[in-house]
């Protein structure tokens, strides 16, 4: 799949890139957004934000005094949203000073009930057109210690690839001493994974906390790993048939 790249010279550290896919939102079941033109807008480094022309928003904007300023994209101007008698407050801003940007609106992801790209239910936040995930099962012998205690031992697990992090190794719960871990309230949500679940371990009476993820029912994309738990790889060692992994240095580290 093709996108074109459009680099501003007016503000060098925009990145806009042109979003083939159908994008519709609904709220309370009513179309608000319709649109076969949006444009991918990095406002922060990890994924873009979806950004529509005019004429995919269904229903009046009505500016509600309220700003928004960015470096890169400049100052904007907030928005209610009013379609069919509704009215959704704060749904949407437009950058009205910038020659990339004054043409569309960035409608907020909360403000809608649900994202779909094409027929397909989007998740958390835009998926990026540079994130890929691969999850494949392996008979790779991987054993997981904590300060000198071994805490998993599987030869059956699935590793998960994900564009910009490490291999994550997930494991069966059987193949992990599961007395060690405690369940916390903490959940996590992914657009490719879906809504993860943790647990803390518990080695020499030392609290791990949050250590240990899993997704009991994943994204279709990611059905591979339903029920398999992963330790962070950045906080505890890990052996690949036998030959010792360094730990990554990434933002969880």
Known sequence: MRLDREMSSSQPGLRIESNPKWIRGFRNGVLVVDSR?????????????????????????????????????????????VVDGMSIPDAAWRHLESRELRDLVRIEWDAVDSWFEEDIEVFVHPRSPEARIDALRSSRHVRVSIDGILVADSSRGTVLYETGLPPRYYLPQTDVQLDLLTPTDTTTACPYKGWAQYWNVTVNGTVHEDLVWGYRTPLPESAAIAGLVCFYNEKVDIEIDGVAVTRPETKFA
Not at 60 to 70: A, F, H, K, Q
């Open 37 to 81: 033109d949006s444009k991918f807008v990095w406002e922060i480094p990890y994924y873009p934000a979806w950004y529509f022309p005019l004429a995919g928003i269904r229903g009046e904007l009505v500016d509600n005094g309220r700003r928004v300023d960015s470096p890169e994209r400049g100052a904007g101007t907030r928005y209610d949203l």
